[in-house]
């Protein structure tokens, strides 16, 4: 396994086991505020899974989905799972292909820029991965405040221990 695989399966993984650890909250405390990014816990697993479907809408170069269309989609964890696992799929086949065909210093447009700008595909991929672990790290944060003392840490090397043993 090269390290483009080890670090999107780790991305998905350890938010999917984040959203896993998070099933015995209520819905009151799923949507309870904190002083976080203006967020609750719901909202945060939100955006991380919304922002991967977007940047795989511009990375494709197909129409982006609208952040209402986005919105319309399950908000449930069981949704957010699916949702997920399909948004890391699709993140999982461009970069492969990005890697394959090294591209990595090749650029796309970013048509929600206003302008809209060039990014590298490389710099993308790469920023969602690390977008991922920062609010990671806050929904944690949440967690704890909720209760649940007992998550993931989410470091690469144990979910390679945990996945791969």
Same mark, same amino acid.
């Given at each position: !396994?090269?390290?483009?695989?080890?670090?999107?399966?780790? *991305?998905?993984?350890?938010?999917?086991?984040?959203?896993?650890?998070?099933?015995?909250?209520?819905? /009151?405390?799923?949507?309870?505020?904190?002083?976080?990014?203006?967020? =609750?816990?719901?909202?945060?697993?939100?955006?991380?899974?919304?922002?991967? @479907? =977007?940047?795989?809408?511009?990375? &494709? @170069?197909?129409?982006?989905?609208?952040?209402?269309?986005?919105?319309?989609?399950?908000?449930?964890?069981?949704?957010?799972?699916?949702?997920?696992?399909?948004?890391?799929?699709?993140?999982?086949?461009?970069?492969?292909?990005?890697?394959? *065909?090294?591209?990595? *210093?090749?650029?796309?447009?970013?048509?929600?820029?206003?302008?809209?700008?060039?990014?590298?595909?490389?710099?993308?991929?790469?920023?969602?991965? =690390?977008? /991922?672990?920062?609010?990671?790290?806050?929904? !944690? &944060?949440?967690? @704890?405040?909720? #209760?649940?003392?007992?998550?993931?840490? #989410? *470091?690469?090397?144990?979910?390679?221990? =945990?996945?791969?043993?």
């Amino acid at each position: !396994m090269d390290l483009l695989d080890r670090l999107l399966a780790h *991305d998905v993984w350890s938010t999917n086991q984040l959203l896993i650890q998070s099933k015995p909250l209520t819905d /009151s405390q799923l949507d309870r505020p904190f002083d976080v990014d203006s967020r =609750t816990l719901r909202d945060c697993f939100v955006h991380i899974v919304q922002v991967m @479907e =977007t940047w795989n809408d511009l990375l &494709y @170069e197909r129409p982006v989905r609208s952040r209402g269309e986005l919105m319309a989609k399950p908000r449930t964890l069981d949704g957010l799972m699916a949702r997920l696992r399909e948004a890391g799929d699709d993140l999982a086949v461009i970069s492969r292909k990005i890697a394959r *065909d090294d591209r990595w *210093d090749d650029v796309f447009t970013d048509v929600l820029d206003n302008p809209p700008q060039k990014k590298t595909f490389g710099g993308t991929i790469a920023h969602i991965i =690390t977008h /991922s672990m920062h609010h990671r790290a806050q929904a !944690m &944060y949440m967690m @704890e405040q909720l #209760g649940i003392k007992e998550h993931i840490e #989410g *470091d690469v090397l144990s979910w390679e221990m =945990t996945v791969h043993g």
